[in-house]
T-cell receptor
Framework: AQTVTQSQPEMSVQEAETVTLSCTYD???????LFWYKQPPSRQMILVIR??????QNATENRFSVNFQKAAKSFSLKISDSQLGDAAMYFC????????????FGKGTKLTVNP | KAGVTQTPRYLIKTRGQQVTLSCSPI?????VSWYQQTPGQGLQFLFE???????NKGNFPGRFSGRQFSNSRSEMNVSTLELGDSALYLC????????????FGPGTRLTVT
């Protein structure tokens, strides 16, 4: 079974600093998609960034970037210049490239941003 | 463009009762997926519908069922509620295929007493 592991239940960062959230996965397929979702206290899940496994270039969205290491099955999220609004639960997720939209989520990392 | 809407937002039920939750996807989205979120188990996939057909189902008992209507709106039903069914139920919609983004609704918080 495909599994996604987030080994850091909680992380904290000072405002304006950089933080990296870890994610590893155990997937047997060669083609798949990886995502980071953010869930603030309002509970609304928001897509932060996505990566297609066949692309070697790491995805970047403004202050958010990933370090995708396919061979090591690692997909970490780097948040630069952290802001108070970044405080949330962050979930790493995988989706097969096949027809299904099913997402397999990790357990999440709670990020606290200190002023 | 209106987002994914879920009704009701909060629900309190008693053990043994049944419940129906509704999800209206973003206009034009034909794929709807449901997830259960609990502190202990995290986010778990329930089922996925595309064009009124169940395309995938998670590892949940038969008490959990769903359907999708011709306008892409989806409902999920839980019969004979148990205390362990207390959770946040999230619905997500997408255009389906490739890496199109899934948009999540605000969720329905179900409490079973």
């Amino acid at each position: 079974a495909q599994t996604v592991t987030q080994s850091q239940p909680e992380m904290s960062v000072q405002e304006a600093e950089t933080v990296t959230l870890s994610c590893t996965y155990d997937i047997s397929e060669s083609d798949y998609y990886l995502f980071w979702y953010k869930q603030p206290p309002s509970r609304q899940m928001i897509l932060v960034i996505r990566q297609e496994a066949y692309k070697q270039q790491n995805a970047t969205e403004n202050r958010f970037s990933v370090n995708f290491q396919k061979a090591a099955k690692s997909f970490s999220l780097k948040i630069s210049d952290s802001q108070l609004g970044d405080a949330a639960m962050y979930f790493c997720a995988y989706r097969s490239q096949g027809g299904s939209e099913k997402l397999v989520f990790g357990k999440g990392t709670k990020l606290t941003v200190n002023p | 463009k209106a987002g994914v809407t879920q009704t009701p937002r909060y629900l309190i039920k008693t053990r043994g009762q049944q419940v129906t939750l509704s999800c209206s996807p973003i206009s034009g989205h034909r794929s709807v997926s449901w997830y259960q979120q609990t502190p202990g188990q995290g986010l778990q996939f329930l089922f996925e519908y595309f064009s009124e057909t169940q395309r995938n189902k998670g590892n949940f008992p038969g008490r959990f069922s769903g359907r999708q209507f011709s306008n892409s709106r989806s409902e999920m039903n839980v019969s004979t509620l148990e205390l362990g069914d207390s959770a946040l139920y999230l619905c997500a919609s997408s255009l389906a295929g490739r890496i199109y983004e899934q948009y999540f609704g605000p969720g329905t918080r179900l409490t079973v007493t």
